[in-house]
């Protein structure tokens, strides 16, 4: 048992040491290209690439079907389920792909008429069938826990997309070169996936197999449905009532606040939905594991996203001058909800790991309905305006989302929670600490932040005063969870 422990926690470990270095060098990359780009392009360009955003997030949702976490959910699942929903998935992309770039002109009239946004969908829309072409591989590789070639792939086809985005952005294509930028980025990463993988589908796809998929993957895309609705219902209202200079204002906020939130929840689930879903016939090991992932998720998340909210004016400054600064509030308040998202994302996986999807769905019901009643509330005040912030009547929309996160929180701790055989109380506990602490650093480091003027002065004395007390107080308190990860960090740093 002991062997079995110690194998178990090493593939965990080099699980999250390949996800960290994945998303470590993809923010890098990612965050590089943003800055040039967004020094360059225009603001409507982002508003015209986070229009057609809207429809590819809807897209792709039924494209995966909901299938590759009814794959990762499944113990052992064999050739012939993996040739199944591979082409199931590419058929569905095909499908999908000639749908919207025959109803191009019908999205256009979304946004008062603009036809650019025409022939820049039936473009960037071909990442479809990239991505949808690449499910299977990647989740193979999941199931196994070796992503060492997910890393590699995602860098590379990042690196070819940016290259190629900034190359057309400097030879004035405008919003061109954010959509080739990300249909080059899809292409290259898949291509990659194939050509290391001996792994080749069965012309086969069996509706016995489709079926038995449906129960998981139908209360997954029921979710995720749902989350998607209303993480892009709120892009949808801002072009569409005011247009796409305060879409591309919102687009920029939402975009680097996503860099954090999709980066932890994805390294989240890659890690973690695997082994609890071994662990999901032992309820005593199951609730001790979730209460481990919960303060380790805590450990990570509180702090940075306090440090980057407080950050947040000094950033936007060295990274873009003063060009977005109607953006810099709406990315504070997405982040606040950026918290909340990941650990009800967290949740979600506790309880997909133990085949409860329905859950999920009832979940997602009760925070939409929420986050539907709160659009109602303050959709009358997004066409307020300052005369120095154009941006004031969306701050104020965006506090829907925020309450709704919050409340899908606390709904999702008591369902899970249940679920894992453990309480809610017991979920909070694992998790307060971490938070009050980065409440009351984040406190003290936004008055710092008023004192200094200089940017990079500013971040620079910032980052190392909330990092340093954050790390010292958790060693006074002899918090295991630190120790832990400082051990690992270090034995990897040696080795």
Known sequence: MTDSNGQMKHRVARTLKWNALDKLATQVLYGVTGVILARILDEVAFGL???????QSFASLFIDSGFSYALLQRK???????????WFNLLIAVVVYAVLSAGAPVIATF?????RLIPLSRVMFLTFIFNAAAIVQTNRRIKRMDVRMIAISNTAGLLVGSIAGIYLAFMG???????WQSVLNSAVKTGILWLTDDWRPKLTMPLSVLRSFFKVGSGVIGTSFLNILFQNIYAFIIGNRLGLLPLGYYTQADKWSKMGVA???????QSFLPLLSEYQDDPKKYAATT???????????FPSFALLIVMAKPIFHILFGEKWDPSILLFQLLLVRGIFVILVTLYHNYVLSLGKSKL???????????ALIAIFITIPYLIATRPDDITYGVAIFLWGQVIAAVIAWAVMLVIAARVSWSSPLRYIYDSLPYAALSLLIATGLSYLESLIANPWTAVAAMTLTGTGIYLLVNRLLGSQI????IGYFASRFRS
């Open 111 to 115: 946004f008062k008429n603009d036809l």
């Open 291 to 301: 209460s481990r992932i919960n303060r380790f998720a805590s450990y990570l998340v």
């Open 263 to 269: 980066s932890l929840s994805a390294v989240f689930t």
């Open 49 to 55: 690439v986070g229009a057609l955003l809207i429809f």
């Open 360 to 370: 999920m769905v009832y979940s997602e019901i009760i925070r939409d309905g929420t």
């Open 482 to 485: 630190q120790k832990e990860a």
């Open 173 to 179: 294509y405008g919003p061109w070169a954010l959509v």
């Open 76 to 86: 052992r699942p064999t050739d012939e389920d993996y040739s199944t929903i591979l």
